[in-house]
């Protein structure tokens, strides 16, 4: 269990920041950049949640995913060691990933087929969560950018990050339901 006694430490007072296993890095490091991507998407899932007052469902898969985004966070911030034994770090998944897909796929079967782009909108919850995907994506993107740097990521996290942003795109379109999704027109404004 963490337990945190003291909120500020005056440790980062001079740029650098400690990883889950002590080593100290710049706050400007990408593994730095993606644990904050990280951090951001649930800021933005916490605040789609607070829209979902009728959709108990969505809401408690959302609570789920907070809390992942939290192992994700430990996950990035311990950058793994050869011969790493199982269990010995807080590691994403490939079961979790399998869930996520499981959940877009039992969301996205009620849903209309899409037959044009979706702009961000629509519902409260709905334009929460749009942004929640962007960030998301960002986040993707610097775990990407943090393994071609040659650091390691884990597969399974990087997975997750790819799904959770497809999950949560199909649930801005469910929180949204038949009536709020905001269609492009193409070229409509000329």
């Known amino acids: 269990m963490v337990r945190l006694t003291r ?5 980062g007072d001079a740029g650098s920041t400690s990883l889950a296993d002590g080593s100290s890095t710049p706050k400007t490091s990408l593994r730095v950049e993606v644990c904050g991507a990280v951090d951001e998407t649930n800021a933005c899932v916490g605040l789609a949640r607070i829209h979902l007052t009728t959709m108990a469902e969505l809401d408690t898969m959302l609570s789920r995913i907070q ?8 996950d990035i911030a311990t950058p793994p060691v050869a011969d790493e034994a ?10 979790q990933v399998t869930r996520l897909e499981a959940e877009i796929d039992q969301m ?7 037959s044009s782009f979706i702009l961000p909108g629509g519902t409260p919850a709905a334009a929460a969560l749009h942004l929640a995907r962007t960030v998301c994506r ?3 993107r610097d775990a990407w950018r943090l393994t071609e740097s040659g ?8 997975r997750y990050l790819n799904r959770l942003s ?3 795109f199909v649930a ?13 027109r193409p070229a409509a404004t000329r």
């Open 7 to 11: 909120i500020y430490t005056r440790t």
């Open 67 to 74: 809390n992942e985004l939290f192992d994700l966070g430990a």
């Open 86 to 95: 199982p269990g010995a770090a807080l590691r994403i998944l490939d079961g």
């Open 108 to 114: 996205n079967v009620v849903l209309a087929p899409l």
């Open 138 to 140: 960002r986040a993707e």
């Open 151 to 158: 650091a390691t990521v884990g597969g399974p996290a990087l």
């Open 166 to 168: 497809d999950l949560l």
């Open 172 to 184: 801005a379109r469910a929180a949204n339901g038949a009536t709020g999704e905001v269609f492009w």
